[in-house]
């Protein structure tokens, strides 16, 4: 089939041949998810277990844990309280696993996020997870941009990706940086125990050689290289050839602009 992103819908089917899946990872669907097809290199990858999970489910025993970006970072957090995903993650880190947060994600991750201009709902603060020594002030002006750098793992793979953001963290933790942008810039996190990663980078997964360093960072050598990027170009194309073989050009012609 065709692998076209979902837009506002957040695709839970699995992707290919499932058989000999090595990582098992899985990412809560909060209500305000943003940015869920960040995830869909996961769900492609023929190494991968990937699963959403929903309200009312129980975080089942994982691997890596992913949390996507938000709409609202705060009201999110607290849902995640209220499904027990605080003490999940706990648990998980206990255990041995590895954490990534993207944007919002890597805000949640934090010691916590203020909003003192109401910009997401209510002036106040809320606590964060408390896995990474940084804090977030949500700011009026959203951070938009093209970003290119390096993760900061093994082999320094390259990755290109953008920024859409309220906000900004800082704290020791930013000492640790997940990826060093082009101009010197550092962006996001990494725990002193490098159990826990936090980026603003949309777009760390789609790129072949981040995304086997991150499964190697969470516990997999990949035998499979997936390149999403050009799987979704080539679909694309797949899906335009298809369209213009199924149109009438000539009765069409009249309505196009010349």
């Not at 896995?131 to 900061?152: F, I, Y």
Request: charged share 20%; with cysteine.
């Amino acid at each position: 089939g065709l692998l076209l992103d979902a837009e506002d819908a957040i695709a839970t089917a699995a992707i290919g041949d499932k058989r000999n899946t090595k990582l098992k990872v899985i990412a809560p669907a909060y209500p305000r998810t943003s940015n869920h097809n960040d995830l869909d290199p996961l769900r492609l990858h023929p190494e991968v277990d990937f699963r959403w999970i929903g309200p009312g489910e129980t975080p089942p025993a994982a691997d890596l844990i992913v949390l996507p970006g938000s709409k609202a970072v705060r009201a999110d957090l607290d849902w995640l309280r209220s499904q027990g995903w605080d003490k999940a993650i706990a648990r998980h880190l206990r255990y041995g696993g590895k954490v990534i947060g993207l944007c919002g994600g890597y805000q949640m991750l934090g010691q916590a996020v203020h909003d003192p201009q109401g910009l997401e709902g209510s002036p106040g603060s809320t606590p964060g997870l408390g896995w990474l020594a940084v804090d977030t002030t949500l700011e009026a002006e959203k951070q938009l941009r093209n970003v290119a750098g390096h993760l900061a793992l093994p082999g320094r793979p390259a990755m290109t990706g953008y920024e859409i953001h309220l906000g900004v963290t800082a704290g020791p933790g930013c000492a640790r940086p997940a990826v060093n942008l082009a101009g010197d810039r550092p962006d996001g996190a990494i725990s002193a125990d490098e159990q826990v990663l936090g980026t603003y980078c949309h777009g760390v997964f789609d790129h072949p050689a981040a995304l086997d360093a991150l499964l190697r960072w969470a516990g997999v050598e990949p035998e499979q290289q997936v390149d999403f990027a050009a799987r979704r170009a080539a679909d694309l194309d797949r899906l335009a050839d298809a369209v213009e073989a199924a149109l009438d050009w000539e009765k069409l012609a009249p309505w196009l602009p010349a």
